[in-house]
């Protein structure tokens, strides 16, 4: 109980600090009416954007975590997929739903999760490193809360469509801790 409360107290002053940054970039950058040309970024990126992503994923426990080497992740990581939507209110601040799923013959869905989601779009490149961290659910073997933390980066090459990969750090509340990496296609509304 104690690592879970000291990880919602780190996430909690990070997820702050990175709004109170995002704020502060949003503020910094004032637009006149002769300042109203778009970008090709604000045109990737937008506020009021709805997504749908569909993803690989795989997953390695925390003693592969620790003792990482190629030969440990081959035996030991699980494969999956899922689908996962999004939602920003501003071209920085989001929020995010996904789930996915390892072992099909147990369950549809294994790990339900929500997240708020912080995006750093650079300039007008396409790309937009982000992190997140929320919670969720997981269903397999032993049913458990979990809070998350994690991060990546998503690259855009036309306005509705684009790729991603992240990575993520689960903190289970009864069993090990765990790693999931996603890699996936998102399409934007």
Known sequence: MKKWNQYMT????????AAYCANAQDSSTTTTTTQQTTT?????????EFSVDFFGSGAID???IDHL??????????????AGINYFFTRNIGIGGDAYVEHREQHYIESPSGNLI?????????????VFGGGGYQFDEVGQDFAQGGAGIEFRIVKDFGFFVDARYVFAQKTQDYGVARAG?????
């Open 10 to 17: 780190v996430m909690a002053l990070g997820i702050l600090g």
């Open 40 to 48: 090709t970024t604000d045109q990737l990126y937008r506020a009021q």
């Open 62 to 64: 925390q003693y592969t």
């Open 69 to 82: 080497t190629g030969d440990r992740i081959r035996h030991n990581g699980v494969l999956g997929g899922g």
């Open 118 to 130: 912080l995006r750093f779009p650079i300039m007008d490149s396409g790309v937009a490193p982000y």
């Open 185 to 189: 296609f998102r399409f934007n509304f």
